[in-house]
């Protein structure tokens, strides 16, 4: 439990980063790297969170109730009341909720989830050995 623990506590301090920096790249394709890589990374981040969390969860249903619960956030972009407004006015929370539905986010939050549900596999098969 533990070694599976350190091994996801170093996955999640590669990848926090890395999500952070997508948010802030300014060179070549940067709204691809800024919007549709980062929600990929924003999914694995959430995954690794998770497996953390729920050491015991079988990989694919992490990636499974990620990959809906971040669908259901894509699409409370669509709802803008005062309170979210203020959440969406902070960078976390611009981070966390987003502030625009764009539809094609839901093929990388897809990818994030089957990269995620890989790499919660490998996590938990070398940490069963």
């Known amino acids: 439990m533990r070694k599976i623990r350190l091994i996801?506590?170093?996955?999640?301090s590669i990848i926090t980063p890395l999500g952070f920096a997508s948010k802030?790249?300014?060179?070549?394709?940067?709204?691809?790297?800024n919007d549709s890589l980062g929600g990929s990374l924003y999914v694995i981040f959430w995954c690794l969170l998770f497996?953390?969390?729920?050491i015991k969860s079988k990989p694919w249903k992490i990636a499974l109730a990620v990959f809906v619960i971040t669908c259901i956030l894509e699409f409370l972009q669509l709802w803008h009341?005062?309170?979210?407004?203020?959440?969406?006015?902070?960078?976390?929370?611009?981070?966390?909720?987003?502030?625009?539905f764009?539809?094609?986010?839901?093929?990388?939050?897809l990818l994030g989830s089957?990269?995620?549900?890989l790499l919660l596999e490998k996590i938990k098969k070398i940490t069963d050995s």
């Not at 996801?8 to 999640?12: E, N, R, S, V, Y």
């Not at 497996?51 to 729920?54: E, G, N, P, T």
């Open 102 to 109: 764009v539809p094609s986010d839901f093929i990388y939050y």
């Open 81 to 100: 009341p005062p309170f979210l407004q203020i959440i969406r006015a902070t960078f976390i929370g611009r981070t966390i909720l987003g502030t625009t």
């Open 24 to 33: 802030f790249y300014a060179g070549p394709n940067s709204k691809w790297f």
């Open 8 to 12: 996801t506590l170093i996955a999640i």
């Open 51 to 54: 497996l953390f969390i729920f």
């Open 114 to 117: 089957i990269a995620s549900w």
